[in-house]
């Protein structure tokens, strides 16, 4: 890394990848140039540590790439709107192998593609872990942003994408399941494997967020800390309480398989796992929620007690996943 | 840190600061969103390492935010833009000090605020060391951007800011002079701390980018890396040689004193020096140059040679900081 030096691989990983026509100005000189057709930009940035977000024994380098983007793409679409571009900021130990770098720029690179997006900008330092901070931009398209803050009593609670499943995955890896061995292919090893891919690669439902936007959805968030926590977010934003029921929300079988075999709940996953990036919203009935929606549950009038009720009952597990207490 | 939680240090710092009328939806939802008048926005990162890019017993908390913010808004300032919104993604080890991460962040908010800009959004997350990464957006109200580009034979170049104050500034902290020990205040050690000022807290030219861009400049960039590396980033960009002189660059006062004092050549700090982030820039004719622009060569048609002449020769020293470079 030291030897080929910062702009070497910048040029190399960035330089070469298609832009879309929204980039009006892409990397290389002082700043980059994007298109905000609306008048308005959406912006988000997440940063991502090695050790604590990460790790390259569980993960390859272009799925953390792929990771960055999903996390970050997924507070753009959790405002109804749609990623334009990403900006990566890496810090890298000098012993870093340059494919390290360049997989996690790659995977960035790729999964943006993927987005129609164009990754435009960023620095590459050295820092004693490797480092991934994201920016992403994204275009409303015209379009009202949907904030936590729309929830109104009466609405229907409603998620997209899959829940508990990136935690699962976690909980696997760190049992030591799906690390190494040669590939079984039994219909549970499947979809344990499955699970651990979603905790490398979680697939925020990006166009179920376009298409709620669309639709009139009156409050929406990615659920990034856990269902629970997410939905208090809403609630609290909104003056509102939010009651959901696990009939609804359904167990995943895969989430059930997992559960068996390490012996654990798997409504822990569900309620409190983060990192799927699925999305939650709110709608004014269950007739405007567009294909991907799932409903779980309703609003009620904020009355001063817990913002979040499951099954009728405050969820008393931990609230989800925060940064700090994560230890 | 661990117990107050990235929430209350995040709301603490950031909720509490005025927003200009450019942020339409401020930090606290899933994304922030900010206005893009003009349908384009201009966009850079930066990330800053503890230890490599600052040192607090060299800085307190709060001029290591001036100066993220400072080394973003000139990349911006460079595309003729004017900065809007920051984001700020910090990572902190748990033992860090609640006031040093408030510090760096309220840095950051006074800095930005003073720019007209807003703090939107970012991160808070646990890491090993500091590290401070920024995100800045900017609006080039209409104007085209500046690009390292434009530079065309027979344009004049010229720079606006100061050169190598921040160089040597390092240099006097490295030496150990301004760290400790009660003030001397003769005119000597006055103007030594304002070169270790320069380099805790550099100050863009803003103005002088703003009104290049509304006088017709023809290339621009921030001096980040060196005078002589930085310019050839244009020279090369613009396929042009760029001969300057150091006569009408002229030797500060200041670095004259701080050469004696450390028995250094300043030449070194005002050609490679980084960091100042002060602008340079060509125009088509001397008559152009809006105040506070000092011209300082030509440019010839580009001939394969060295791509920046230091009164006539190549200049052999190395060629500006660079991220892996540094050691």
């Not at 990771?67 to 130990?93: E, H, W, Y």
């Not at 943006?112 to 991934?132: F, M, N, T, Y």
């Not at 979809?191 to 990006?206: E, F, K, M, N, Q």
């Not at 075999?261 to 709110?282: C, F, M, N, S, V």
């Amino acid at each position: 890394m030291a030897q080929v030096g910062e702009f070497a691989v910048i040029e190399q990983v960035v330089a070469r990848r298609r832009q879309p026509t929204t980039t009006l100005v892409g990397p290389g000189d002082d700043a980059a140039l994007v298109q905000a057709t609306d008048g308005r930009v959406a912006v988000s940035a997440d940063m991502l540590i090695e050790g604590r977000h990460f790790r390259l024994d569980w993960s390859t380098p272009e799925q953390v790439g792929r990771k960055a983007v999903a996390q970050n793409g997924a507070d753009i679409a959790a405002m109804g709107a749609r990623p334009t571009a990403f900006l990566v900021s890496l810090g890298c130990p000098p012993e870093t192998p340059v494919s390290v770098a360049a997989g996690i720029s790659e995977g960035i690179g790729l999964a943006a593609e993927a987005l129609g997006a164009g990754v435009v900008g960023g620095d590459l330092v050295q820092s004693d872990h490797i480092v991934v901070s994201v920016t992403v931009l994204g275009d409303l398209e015209g379009r009202a942003p949907v904030l936590r803050s729309g929830a109104r009593a009466g609405d229907v609670v409603a998620v997209a994408g899959r829940l508990g499943r990136s935690a699962a995955g976690l909980a696997l890896l760190s049992a030591g399941i799906g690390v190494e061995g040669p590939p079984d292919t039994s219909t549970t090893a499947t979809s344990l494997t499955a699970l651990i891919d979603s905790h490398r690669v979680p697939a925020p439902p990006y166009a179920a967020g376009l298409d709620a936007a669309r639709s009139g959805v009156r409050a929406m968030t990615d659920i990034s800390d856990g269902l629970v926590a997410d939905l208090s977010h809403v609630a609290d934003a909104s003056g509102v309480q939010i009651r959901i029921d696990r009939d609804s929300v359904g167990l995943d079988p895969a989430l059930a398989a997992a559960a068996e075999r390490l012996e654990r709940d798997p409504w822990a996953w569900i309620l409190t796992g983060g990192e799927d990036h699925a999305l939650a919203a709110t709608f004014a009935s269950v007739a405007d929620l567009p294909a991907g929606w799932t409903a779980i549950g309703e609003v009620a009038p904020g009355n001063g007690g817990a913002a979040v009720l499951v099954d009728g009952r405050p969820w008393t597990a931990s609230g989800g996943w925060q940064s700090f207490d994560a230890g």
